[in-house]
């Protein structure tokens, strides 16, 4: 069997990783978007390092468009395969890759009218809608837990991580001449307080490890002194300050820990009398993807929900899609807070948020997750005073505070807690993917000194025979 890593290798986005069996079938590990890089990404993503027409199958570990965004792309070129993920997945990859289409199409129409202008041939946008929706017709969702058979020689079971709603280690279990070899991808692994959903649980006995190193250098904060911080940042822009709290948030998952967090200081009391707005359509319907998958929560949301049939949802609170009531929100002139997608305050309707009230000393902007380094949302929160938002020069005059135990991904600690279920002696082989490199390297010694032997960073489209 070989391993090919054709994206997340030394990067923190782009997941995809094609397994060819001996028998010469065909399984991409993920097939995500590589993201945070501006016009270079375009690039990354056309040249996926496979032929998409030759791959039999679609193994997916979660939602996030860093590891399912190119589905509708190998659709289009030709990939006719079965994409297997569980059911909390799909649901939300129906929602996800649509809205990743439309953006990609009303991106490239942007970008040629200014090739037009200087008289360059226009581009194509990587998918449209229509991709979109038609690749959901080849999604299989499976509980988690189940061992679900490929076919005679494949099967695969995935086992909570507690990253995202639906999010599952994919264990494969791959037989040939009368042996299997079990191949664990962790994809994204969480945290083991999420505020939402269950903690990661322990998963099968790999002969190869995959596993992600995002977060390989770093420690998190304690939950309850973040949500508490939260609590002050709120009460400090909004009563004190009298100004705009401005969240920027990806849309599924961190939006919904926000919204919770805020529903609990609600019920409560101590939530100030202010209005709150959830400004993303993909938000809206993600959260409603939310309330269909209570399997996936956590014991202390479905104590909630006994007496909050709504956890995401209170008085105060209001989700808007239409781009008619986000554009009223530029007039509001009251304290509020806006969250808004996307997180690294690249695309969206945050940015507009953001270009209206940047340079207000009154506006906090809470940074709650990671943001790759040559974005917006890294500019912002390294501390530069001037930014650029649809091509003006705005003065950084907002607050900037950073929330980091709102991420998704496990600290070094988290993760390698979460690893040590594992018997060491019995992997062969560990590989590490979807971290910058720097961290990989030291995410890599902190493994050896837990006792994992033969760690491996690939570098992009390098090929292991294992």
């Given at each position: ?19 060819t069996t001996g028998m010469g079938k065909r399984i991409l590990l993920d097939c995500g978007m590589f993201q945070g890089k501006g016009l270079e990404t ?148 969480g945290r083991p307080s999420n505020r939402i959903l269950a903690p990661p649980k322990p998963f099968p006995q790999a002969d190869i490890l995959i596993t ?215 992997i062969r082989k560990t590989f590490l993917v979807h971290g910058d490199y720097e961290t990989q390297v030291n995410y890599s010694a902190r493994l050896k ?18």
């Amino acid at each position: 069997m070989k391993l090919k890593f054709c994206g997340a290798a030394r990067e923190v986005t782009g997941s995809k990783i094609l397994l060819t069996t001996g028998m010469g079938k065909r399984i991409l590990l993920d097939c995500g978007m590589f993201q945070g890089k501006g016009l270079e990404t375009d690039a990354m993503n056309r040249d996926l390092g496979f032929d998409p027409y030759l791959v039999d199958h679609i193994i997916l570990t979660h939602a996030h468009i860093d590891h399912s965004g190119l589905i509708p792309y190998v659709y289009k070129l030709g990939f006719r395969g079965s994409i297997v993920c569980t059911s909390a997945t799909r649901d939300l990859c129906s929602i996800m890759l649509a809205d990743t289409a439309y953006i990609q199409e009303n991106d490239t129409k942007t970008f040629n009218k200014r090739r037009v202008k200087k008289g360059l041939p226009m581009v194509t946008p990587l998918f449209t809608q229509e991709d979109a929706k038609e690749c959901m017709k080849l999604f299989i969702g499976i509980p988690k837990d189940m061992k679900f058979t490929i076919d005679s020689n494949i099967k695969v079971k995935f086992t909570n991580t507690g990253h995202m709603l639906g999010s599952g280690v994919a264990n494969l279990y791959i037989t040939e001449n009368g042996q299997t070899t079990r191949i664990a991808y962790t994809g994204d692994i969480g945290r083991p307080s999420n505020r939402i959903l269950a903690p990661p649980k322990p998963f099968p006995q790999a002969d190869i490890l995959i596993t992600e190193s995002t977060y390989g250098d770093r420690l998190h904060e304690d939950q309850l002194r973040a949500d508490q911080l939260l609590l002050d940042v709120v009460n400090h822009t909004c009563v004190e300050k009298e100004g705009k709290l401005l969240i920027p948030s990806f849309s599924v998952g961190r939006t919904q820990e926000v919204v919770y967090s805020l529903n609990k200081f609600f019920n409560e009391g101590k939530l100030p009398r202010v209005e709150i707005f959830v400004d993303s359509p993909l938000s809206v319907n993600a959260t409603t993807i939310f309330r269909m998958h209570p399997e996936c929560f956590n014991k202390e949301v479905l104590n909630v929900m006994e007496t909050d049939s709504d956890p995401f949802g209170f008085n105060s609170l209001t989700y808007i899609s239409r781009q008619q009531d986000s554009k009223k929100l530029n007039e509001y002139d009251k304290p509020c807070i806006i969250i808004s997608a996307s997180g690294m305050m690249e695309a969206g309707r945050i940015k507009h948020h953001l270009a209206n009230n940047i340079s207000d000393p009154r506006t906090t902007i809470l940074v709650v997750g990671y943001c790759s380094p040559v974005t917006l949302g890294a500019r912002i929160a390294r501390g530069d005073k001037e930014v650029s938002i649809f091509g003006t020069v705005h003065k950084v005059n907002a607050e900037v505070i950073e929330i980091d135990s709102f991420s998704g991904h496990g600290d070094y600690k988290e993760m390698i807690d979460f690893l040590n279920c594992q018997n060491k002696n019995e992997i062969r082989k560990t590989f590490l993917v979807h971290g910058d490199y720097e961290t990989q390297v030291n995410y890599s010694a902190r493994l050896k000194e837990a006792g994992f032997n033969d760690i491996n960073i690939p570098s992009p489209k390098q090929e292991f025979t294992i």
